[in-house]
């Protein structure tokens, strides 16, 4: 094929489409070329003078993320002569770098630190002189800056500029004295600045939200989708003793590309809610009293034999947040007993990032609203409310806001939720605990019909289930067969 | 800023030939003094002629880098698709340097004239003419210049009435030394930051606003006219050495002569004939030490060696330095050599873009290394550091600015080494510090 190209890089052979930088054709012959301005989803600048390297032939070191392949190109990156051009590059970011790692959130992610460790000088040249100092910088609702530690990478200047289209930060000042400023008066205030923190190779832009929470090396990664709207971005669920102290985008080309907007970033706090519903609870009189599952679900097979098959319609009110399996066994309950379900959801305003096609905080501030709809639920709240007020029996899917469960007046009710609203208090029959989706593993379906896995993070509180498995239980109670779900 | 001397015999006098002359400022003065003829003569050519006159008479830029004039204009491309611009570099920021500034001040329709025609020969409508924002005077100067010729047609929609569109923008820069590289200028131009790009894009692919853009100095554009009226031959002829570097050459020379200034000189001139006929020698009881022959940016040349080059493109390369922008630095044996050479350094890391590493942390850090040698505080292994700073300053950044710093740095080294060491074994105060 004539569109491609083929060269050597550090002596393997690699063919990669005409145009790639020789940074992302080694990557694809398994090399990581070190670099810090250079980011895929960013326009190149070629200024960090890191990602050098030898080309034979050619008559100086070339910045690999700004040089385009060529046919027979002999590239090598550990070449004397280039690694001690990137090790000189290493020794010029830390003459006036802090070296503050032991109170910097970045550490062990840092890749400074993971360079310098890689292929830096054990020692210093630099002497006694005093470093520059720039006071840290409060730059938005979320975000630090910490001058000192700054690289100029320029990274974050590129992603405001292009990607965000809302050029409020610039390189400051010229020479060494150089900083990273922001537009006098303006915020970094943007629905997707916090892309930012993540951006920044070094520890010179901080997330307020994460500040010396954690170390980096203590929390544990589970890869999961940000349940903040139907966009469906591909994220990292951060957790340390069994809590989530921060969620970061997991890159999905067709997706999110490497961003989430701040609100997936910022709204994970409800995942550690503390007052939760642990155990089976079921009615006796006015009072609720706690079960162990298998009163429970005997309790819900006798409301279920006095009203089952379709001449005694079921009604189900439904939360768009619950996973796929959860809505999808919902939903042939409901089939097999001639009922209807609904659900409804938040709107807000839509918060497009301008950079990338088809990304945005959406208007439905919900993850699953399509998978909800391809199970056969409906948007007819209203009038799916009015039918549970005469239905043998209502249930009501984590959907705790109100009107939900006080709504459906005397219709006997299951609630099945992650927290106990008051009308599910005063007017359920029996109340299930069910597991948040940092707790279990599941998938939503987005707006472009998408369905992506996400997976535990966190263990559940008491005696909660995933939703899915406590509608497979009443299936099986309630002798919905197999076939019909 | 006063009168210019008068010209010395040796001279060969074309660019300068009205400097001090103030009627040859107006437009009628210079139409007398057969001004607007080129241009004249070029509207009633095609692109290509013109193209090929200037590479016949050898002209090379006279900026700094010496590229073939006639070359990087015959890169534009031959269909204008998108508008073409031309760019005149009247930046001049090189310190030593004040050749241009000369040209504007007593020449204005000199460049005028020389800037359409290049307009004309590389396809654009458009020309910008970039001038460094402490030209005062140069630029109300230019800005005279470029009314008159508006106002008498010689610009505008319908140029000289010969139905070409050419148009002359000015353009001041706010006081950086980097926007005179020319992506930087561009930049400038543009509105933006004035860092350098990364090339490629050359600018005749994707220069100014992303269009093909050719990019000169005022001294090469104001010698076009007189290439056009007398010859690319006549321009070939002047030349005392390598017959690659042809023409006159304005030289700024300052510093430790009897008499500092502009002379105009016919490349291949010996710099020693320079340096004692031309500029008087040093002042008296004094002799040379060292000379920077083409602007800050260049290696320092001892006297021994000056003396023997010769000022063209390659006599300097031969001597172990660079013409550069001709702007002749001349220290006698007063100089102290380790504080001209922080000087130099110190100019760098104030000026630097700050977008190469390499440059940004390397010209502060080598300034540092400096100021404390002359201190008294420096040892001796940090003439080794300041040498391998400067070998990873060199070479490996967008634009040579770093270079620039590490030239001047290595050479005053290995030519001067004994000041530096003087200053380290405490044998020496800096009289200056």
């Known amino acids: 094929m004539s569109d491609t190209v083929k060269l050597t890089i550090e002596g393997r052979e690699v063919e990669v489409p005409a145009g790639t930088s020789v940074l992302e054709a080694a990557k694809l012959a398994g090399v990581l070329i070190p670099h810090y301005c250079y980011h895929p989803a960013l326009p190149v600048a070629g200024v960090c003078r890191m990602c050098l390297v030898e080309i034979e032939k050619a008559p100086k070191l070339a910045a690999s993320c700004a040089t385009p392949v060529a046919p027979g190109m002999v590239v090598h990156v550990g070449s004397a002569q280039a690694l001690a051009a990137r090790q000189s590059v290493l020794e010029f970011l830390l003459i006036n770098h802090p070296l503050d790692c032991p109170i910097c959130d970045q550490a062990g992610e840092c890749e400074l630190q993971d360079y310098v460790f890689q292929e830096g000088r054990s020692g210093t040249r630099y002497g006694s002189y005093a470093k520059r100092f720039n006071p840290v910088e409060d730059f938005g609702p979320d975000v630090l800056y910490v001058g000192n530690r700054c690289i100029l990478c320029t990274r974050c200047v590129r992603f405001m500029e292009d990607v965000a289209d809302q050029a409020v930060l610039n390189v400051s000042e010229r020479g060494d004295r150089a900083y990273i400023g922001i537009v006098e008066a303006e915020k970094l205030d943007h629905a997707w600045a916090g892309n930012v923190v993540d951006l920044c190779p070094v520890g010179a832009l901080i997330s307020k939200d994460f500040l010396h929470k954690a170390r980096a090396w203590d929390l544990d990664k589970t890869a999961s989708v940000c349940p903040g709207c139907t966009q469906g971005c591909n994220i990292m669920l951060d957790t340390r003793d069994n809590q989530v102290l921060r969620v970061r985008p997991r890159p999905n080309p067709d997706v999110n590309r490497y961003f989430i907007c701040d609100t997936g970033r910022l709204g994970y706090a409800w995942l550690n809610r503390a007052d939760r519903l642990e155990v089976p609870m079921l009615r006796e009189g006015d009072r609720l009293v706690p079960a162990d599952w298998e009163k429970a679900l005997k309790r819900v097979g006798e409301l279920a034999g006095a009203a089952s098959g379709p001449r005694h319609p079921w009604v189900g009110l439904a939360s768009p947040g619950l996973s796929c399996e959860a809505l999808d066994r919902a939903a042939a309950l409901l089939k097999a007993n001639g009922g209807v379900g609904a659900f409804r959801v938040k709107e807000e305003t839509e918060e497009p990032l301008a950079g990338v096609s088809d990304l945005a905080l959406r208007k439905e501030r919900a993850p699953n609203v399509h998978g909800a709809l391809e199970a056969g639920f409906t948007r007819d709240w209203e009038a799916t409310i009015a039918q549970a007020r005469v239905a043998s029996l209502v249930l009501v899917l984590d959907e705790w806001r109100d009107g939900a469960s006080d709504g459906v007046g005397s219709a006997p009710m299951i609630y099945i939720g992650t927290t106990l609203p008051e009308g599910a208090r005063r007017h359920a029959a029996v109340v299930l605990p069910c597991t948040n989706m940092s707790e279990e593993d599941g998938s939503f379906r987005n707006l472009r019909g998408r369905v992506q896995r996400y997976f535990q993070a966190r263990t559940a509180p008491g005696m909660a289930r995933p939703a899915a498995w406590i509608l497979e239980a009443i299936g099986d109670v309630a002798g919905v067969s197999a076939g019909a779900r | ?433």
């Open chain 2, 1 to 433: 800023m006063g009168y210019p001397h008068q010209s010395h015999p040796k001279e060969t006098v074309v660019l300068s030939q009205y400097f001090g002359d103030a009627e040859a400022r107006s437009y009628d003065g210079w139409v007398k003094r057969g001004g607007y003829r080129a241009l004249e003569t070029a509207l009633g050519m095609g692109r290509e002629p013109i193209v090929d006159i200037v590479k016949a008479s050898g002209l090379r830029g006279r900026g700094g880098a010496g590229f073939p004039t006639g070359l990087k204009w015959s890169f534009m491309p031959k269909e204008v698709q998108k508008p073409h611009y031309l760019c005149c570099n009247a930046d001049e920021s090189e310190p030593g340097t004040f050749k241009d500034r000369e040209i504007m001040r007593w020449t204005p329709h000199a460049l005028l004239e020389g800037c359409a025609i290049a307009c004309h020969a590389i396809g654009a409508e458009i020309g910008y003419i970039y001038i460094r924002g402490e030209f005062t005077d140069p630029y109300a100067i230019m800005e005279k210049a470029l009314a008159e010729a508006y106002a008498r047609g010689t610009l505008g929609a319908n140029a000289m009435g010969k139905g070409r569109r050419l148009d002359l923008h000015l353009h001041r820069g706010a006081g950086a030394y980097i926007c005179g590289e020319e992506t930087a200028l561009m930049n400038s131009l543009e509105g933006k930051r004035g860092n350098p790009r990364i090339k490629p894009p050359f600018p005749a692919a994707a220069g100014l606003f992303g269009c093909p853009t050719t990019i000169n100095n005022v001294e090469t554009l104001a010698a076009v006219p007189h290439i056009l009226n007398r010859g690319a031959e006549w321009y070939k002829g002047l030349c005392l050495s390598n017959p690659k570097s042809t023409g006159t050459k304005l030289f700024s020379v300052c510093g430790h002569v009897r008499k500092p200034g502009n002379y105009e000189i016919t490349l291949g001139f010996p710099l020693k004939e320079m340096l004692y006929d031309l500029c008087g020698g040093p002042p008296p009881g004094r002799k040379f030490k060292a000379v920077i022959p083409g602007g800050s940016s260049v290696p320092i040349l001892t006297a021994a060696e000056a003396e023997g080059a010769l000022l063209d493109y390659e006599g300097c390369v031969a001597a172990g330095t660079m013409l550069g922008s001709a702007g002749c630095i001349v220290m006698d044996d007063s100089t102290d050599m380790v504080y001209q050479v922080m000087r130099l350094a110190a100019f760098y890391a104030h000026e630097s873009c700050a977008q190469c590493t390499q440059c940004r942390e390397g010209t502060a850090w080598t300034t540092k290394i400096l100021k404390r040698i002359l201190a008294g505080e420096g040892e001796m292994k940090d003439l080794d550091l300041l040498l391998d700073l400067a070998d990873q300053m060199t070479g490996k950044t967008i634009c040579v600015l770093s270079d620039s710093c590490a030239a001047p740095v290595v050479s005053g080294i290995k030519k001067f080494r004994g000041e530096f060491e003087a200053y380290i074994k405490g044998g020496r105060r800096a009289a200056t510090a």
